[in-house]
């Protein structure tokens, strides 16, 4: 039986600055890329937050790392899990930082969609149908009309949102492997371990095949490394996981909608990334979309209290 719960204030809370560091985590990667590469960002924060659990592994009472069960799923959620962060690694060389964070944002739909067919307790009513419409035209108003800038070509910048489109996908993949495998009822440290460590094996190789490996030592480097590490890597993601077993994954996906918002007002503020009317406009679809598809949790969450 799923017992997990509608979105209540604390979750709503909580969400809501997660989205702000999520928002910011693709310009940090950008701001620092001529210093090291996106790629190599991801696999040294990868890999420094899977030392960063290990301790919390310890204390866990049902770890069971090696059990086939777990295992064959942790490997398929690391495939996914390193697949996203190769996709989005390589679409912020490409494209805006503004544009990446809007097309992986769109991985809640995917997500939605798919544990629609799959869970009943995930079945999503006619009413938040239309919200995830009204949420999905307004990322889509967005960044359809690209701004040009110097240095980057249009085939670029549309190779690039492509690629940020797949990654958007590729972490839908990973979130509905962990709501149908036995990670499931995993400790959250146990999933993010297998993510971590996957992650940083698999991208390292990548990175040092694609040349992609020399580090500059610079205050904006070590920076973004010890933000992604601790912040996002380490402590953002231990409360994504303890979201996840502990409410409905798709209102909490399509409340992540909000981080296009704080990911387009970063790059504005950091990367001087120009703000047009389309932005505005798809702003105000995407508040008004999440608002439709979270109000029955909301209103169900307050009945219990009463």
């Known amino acids: 039986m799923d017992d997990r719960k509608a979105l209540d204030a604390r979750a709503s809370g909580l969400m809501v600055v997660l989205c702000m560091i999520w928002g910011l985590q693709q310009v940090i990667l950008k701001m620092a890329a001529p210093d090291i590469s996106p790629i190599m960002q991801i696999a040294l924060r990868s890999g420094l937050a899977a030392v960063l659990v290990l301790p919390l592994l310890y204390r866990e009472k049902n770890i069971q790392l090696l059990a086939p069960a777990y295992l064959r799923s942790g490997l398929l959620v690391a495939f996914f899990f390193a697949l996203e962060f190769f996709l989005l690694a390589e679409a912020i060389r490409h494209t805006y930082a503004s544009h990446t964070v809007v097309l992986l944002y769109t991985a809640p739909i995917f997500v939605a969609l798919g544990l629609h067919w799959k869970l009943p307790a995930e079945r999503l009513s006619i009413l938040q ?69 996957g992650g940083f094996i698999v991208l390292m190789i990548v990175a040092w095949i694609t040349g992609q ?59 001087n990334e120009k703000l047009e009317l389309n932005f505005l406009i798809g702003t105000a679809l995407v508040l008004l979309g999440v608002i439709v598809v979270s109000l029955p949790g909301w209103i169900q969450s307050r009945r219990l209290k009463v």
């Open 213 to 271: 490996t020399q580090i500059h030592f610079t205050p904006l480097a070590v920076g973004s490394l010890i933000f992604h590490t601790f912040v996002v890597s380490f402590a953002s993601f231990l409360a994504w996981f303890w979201l996840l077993r502990t409410y409905l994954a798709s209102r909490l996906g399509v409340f992540s909608f909000l981080t296009p918002i704080f990911g387009m007002g970063f790059g504005v503020y950091l990367l």
């Open 129 to 197: 149908w239309s919200g995830i419409g009204i949420a999905f035209l307004g990322v889509l108003l967005t960044f359809i009309r690209p701004q040009t800038v110097q240095g980057i070509d249009t085939q670029s910048i549309l190779w690039g949102d492509g690629l940020a489109l797949m990654a958007a996908i590729a972490w839908a993949a990973t979130t509905i492997s962990i709501r149908l495998t036995p990670l499931s009822q995993a400790p959250a440290t146990q999933t993010m371990f297998y993510q971590m460590l």
